[in-house]
């Protein structure tokens, strides 16, 4: 019997935040349409819901470039210019998200993340999209015109154009593994190898299980065995078994990641306490013994970090009858230049993005179509832009998403 198969003008393959915006732009460019999503999950958009602590951090009011990396920041910058923050604002408007401000960075007003699919998945409902859903492509054959999508369970999705929105390499577990980098690959495209980031560091610090768990306000910074600072970064930390994590070090973790893969040594230097100047802090400590030490810096660091810091204090300078000059100006040292060397990151199971992917280069920048695959477009973190904390990995799925769904729309014309 003949294999009979659905042939559509377009097939998105990934329902995430860029292929749901792919989705819904190419249906509003161009109402006849035949528009089939084909997702993995059980649901669109599952990744939106463990964003932002689960508030789904969306976007920022900051959009300067600097918060975005890529090998062709210049290129990145022409797809967020052709849906910027304004247009992003106006198309969650219209979707009916209420937003909240928090210092620049956007969430939902009701704090619940889990709205944005939702609204997402009734727009598309309305659009009158396809939607095929807990289907796994496993295959992608380009024919001579359009492509053929296999699923795990055989069925055969024909297709005059293709957006490929299946994500990065980050947090497999929510349906992104870079199953089609080795496509592209066999396709013309050269991958730049996918690293992830936003994630936590591992550390070299003796005894490093007596702090974990601990948390700190403070301030960091990441430099390389020449003492040049990598990035410095203030904000919450927190104390791990295998070494540091919390939102500043999510930030830094791009810079770690990439001179650690090129087997350069890097190292933190911490500030407990930033804001006390070195030559002020200690100077009435002068004369305490160990368990007065220790209850005194207990007012300033967790306990935990304060008992760690007087550990360190001993061996280098012997027991603490009473604190004398020498042994307080190595404790300032040891709170304002705290050295812990990073000795390793975590795995794409952890991370919160990918860097690297396809080249901006090997794209039409104007279309988002590949430059080697005829009728094939790449949105969202399956290109090489990856973005900071804060609603850029997002923004960059909807600026990215926006511009291959306008533009294999509007092809049909
Ligand atoms: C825990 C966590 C928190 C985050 N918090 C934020 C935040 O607050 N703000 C922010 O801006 N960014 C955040 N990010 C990053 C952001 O979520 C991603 O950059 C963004 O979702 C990427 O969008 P995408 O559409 O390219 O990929 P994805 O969202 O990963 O979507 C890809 C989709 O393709 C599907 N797919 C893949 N392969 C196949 C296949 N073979 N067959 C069928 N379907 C397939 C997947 O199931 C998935 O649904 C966070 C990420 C994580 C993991």
Redesign the pocket.
């Known amino acids: 019997m003949e294999n009979k198969s659905l042939v559509y003008d377009l097939i998105i393959?990934?329902?995430?935040?860029?292929?749901?915006?792919a989705a819904l732009t190419a249906a509003a460019e161009n109402k006849e349409l035949n528009i089939l999503i084909?997702?993995?999950?059980e649901s669109?958009?599952?990744?939106?819901l463990?964003?932002?602590?689960g508030?789904?951090?969306?976007?920022?009011m900051d959009q300067s470039l600097d918060h975005y990396r890529s090998t062709k920041p210049e290129l990145a910058q022409r797809v967020l210019s052709a849906f910027d923050l304004e247009a992003t604002l106006k198309f969650f408007d219209s979707l009916g998200l209420q937003i909240r401000n928090e210092e620049g960075r956007l969430y939902p007003r009701s704090n619940e993340?889990k709205i944005v699919p939702r609204l997402f998945a009734e727009a598309i409902r309305k659009a009158g999209i396809a939607l095929k859903l807990q289907?796994?492509?496993?295959r992608i054959e380009k024919q001579k015109r359009g492509f053929e999508l296999f699923?795990s369970e055989a069925e055969c999705f024909k297709t005059k154009k293709l957006i490929l929105?299946?994500?990065?390499k980050?947090?497999p577990v929510?349906?992104?593994?870079g199953?089609?980098f080795p496509w592209l690959k066999a396709n013309g495209h050269k991958i730049i190898e996918p690293e992830p980031v936003?994630l936590p560091l591992k550390l070299n610090l003796p005894r490093l299980k007596r702090l974990s768990g601990t948390r700190f306000s403070g301030w960091a910074q990441l430099k390389n065995a020449q003492d040049r600072v990598l990035k410095d970064v203030q904000g919450e930390f927190l104390f791990t078994n295998y070494g540091i994590s919390g939102i500043p070090i999510l930030e830094i973790s791009r810079f770690a990641v990439q001179a650690l893969s090129q087997n350069q040594n890097v190292y933190l230097l911490i500030d407990f306490l930033p804001e006390y100047r070195p030559e002020k802090i200690g100077e009435n400590w002068l004369g305490l013994n160990q368990e007065e030490l220790v209850l005194t810096l207990s007012g300033f660091v967790h306990s935990k970090i304060a008992e760690y810091l007087m550990q360190m204090l001993i061996e280098s300078k012997g027991p603490i009858a009473k604190l004398n000059r020498e042994q307080k100006e190595y404790l300032t040292e040891l709170i304002h230049e705290f050295k812990a060397e990073v000795r390793g990151y975590l795995t794409f199971k952890e991370?919160?993005?990918?860097m690297g992917g396809v080249r901006l280069s090997e794209v039409k920048i104007n279309s988002l179509e590949s430059k080697y695959i005829q009728d094939c477009f790449l949105?969202?973190?399956?290109l090489d832009v990856?973005?900071n904390?804060?609603?850029?990995?997002?923004?960059?799925?909807w600026s990215?998403?926006f511009l291959a769904g306008k533009s294999a729309a509007s092809d049909f014309k």
């Open positions: 393959l990934g329902g995430g935040a860029a292929g749901m915006m084909i997702e993995k999950n669109l958009g599952r990744k939106l463990a964003t932002g602590n508030r789904c951090n969306f976007s920022n993340g289907t796994n492509i496993v699923s929105t299946p994500g990065g980050a947090t929510l349906g992104s593994d199953y089609f936003l991370a919160q993005s990918t949105a969202g973190e399956v990856d973005g904390c804060g609603g850029y990995n997002l923004q960059w799925a990215s998403g």
